[in-house]
């Protein structure tokens, strides 16, 4: 098979697979929502990256990609394990037990708004479309929040939503890093390591902030536990490299905007929760800001940069 034809066949092979994380990672926070019924946050980030490091490094090892990382590669997976899937984890958690899933994930997918003023400081050249991305996803994020109709002082609405933009930014960061890394292993073979790194650091902080968790097992949450831990997490996360890797930089971010869309659709009928004007109206806004950020990129991007461009559920 020629080169061309290769090329072909994968692209073919991506765009399949796109449908594979946009499903799984936007039914995970509806799914996320009715399993944190029955276990409180923090722990349910803990077990799910616990039980994601063991599928992950079983993923590999059948696709006999294991691989023991490069000394070189230590600090990205510092900066995934503690930013992209530690902190990113226990935020979008904490903001399910304050918010609806659907304004949840909408909030949270605001990380290419954070990257455009953070590569100001990377020295970048940033075009006016992607200044115009920004301010239309920051009128959608306030438009979103509805501040006049909510009571801030009330317990938990300003810390709920907080919590996802503050998970939104520490996937910024990650990016910004993926983007200068020399890299000698793929993101893919990293995967394990990073959410073994994770699970190290949320299971001990779980136990010392809340040793006694209540815990309800229900079938309900184990098996939305089950979904998010197994599939909606190292599997999306693996499909999802792939599609980064083999498709253009904007294709691929562009269709990952289904990830958003699909969790609201999900919400709106599993839930029953309800499209607002603020929710329709910001959700709209802010995706249109993201999509227009995105095609103001520069034609030329760092493909290891792609591969850690969305977010896992």
Request: glycine share 8%; hydrophobic share 55%.
């Amino acid at each position: 098979m020629g080169e061309a034809a290769q090329r072909s066949t994968q692209q073919r092979r991506a765009f399949a697979l796109l449908a594979v994380p946009v499903l799984l990672f936007g039914t995970a926070w509806p799914v996320n929502k009715l399993a944190l019924a029955g276990m409180p946050p923090l722990w349910f980030a803990a077990g799910r990256v616990a039980v994601g490091t063991l599928v992950s490094f079983l993923l590999l090892a059948a696709l006999r990609q294991l691989r023991r990382p490069r000394r070189r590669d230590l600090p990205i997976i510092a900066t995934v394990g503690l930013l992209q899937f530690a902190l990113f984890f226990a935020f979008t958690n904490e903001a399910l037990a304050y918010l609806p899933a659907g304004r949840s994930i909408v909030l949270s997918n605001t990380t290419t708004l954070w990257l455009v003023p953070m590569t100001l400081v990377t020295g970048e050249a940033i075009p006016p479309l992607r200044w115009v991305g920004v301010a239309a996803g920051l009128a959608g994020i306030v438009t979103l929040a509805n501040p006049w109709s909510l009571d801030w002082h009330a317990p938990g609405v300003a810390i709920g939503h907080a919590y996802p933009l503050l998970a939104a930014l520490a996937w910024a960061c990650g990016i910004i890093h993926a983007r200068r890394h020399r890299w000698t292993l793929s993101p893919l073979q990293l995967l394990p390591w990073e959410m073994l790194l994770a699970a190290a650091v949320l299971l001990p902080t779980a136990l010392l902030l809340d040793p006694a968790p209540r815990i309800e097992p229900s079938a309900a949450v184990l098996a939305g536990f089950l979904y998010v831990a197994v599939l909606s997490g190292p599997l999306a996360s693996w499909a999802a490299v792939v599609v980064a890797r083999d498709l253009p930089t904007v294709v691929s971010s562009l269709g990952f905007l289904g990830i958003p869309a699909m969790g609201l659709l999900i919400s709106t009928t599993l839930l029953g929760e309800q499209v607002t004007w603020s929710l329709g109206g910001g959700a709209a806004l802010i995706l249109a800001g993201v999509a227009l950020a995105i095609l103001a990129r520069a034609p030329v991007s760092s493909p290891s940069a792609a591969t850690s461009a969305r977010p896992p559920r």
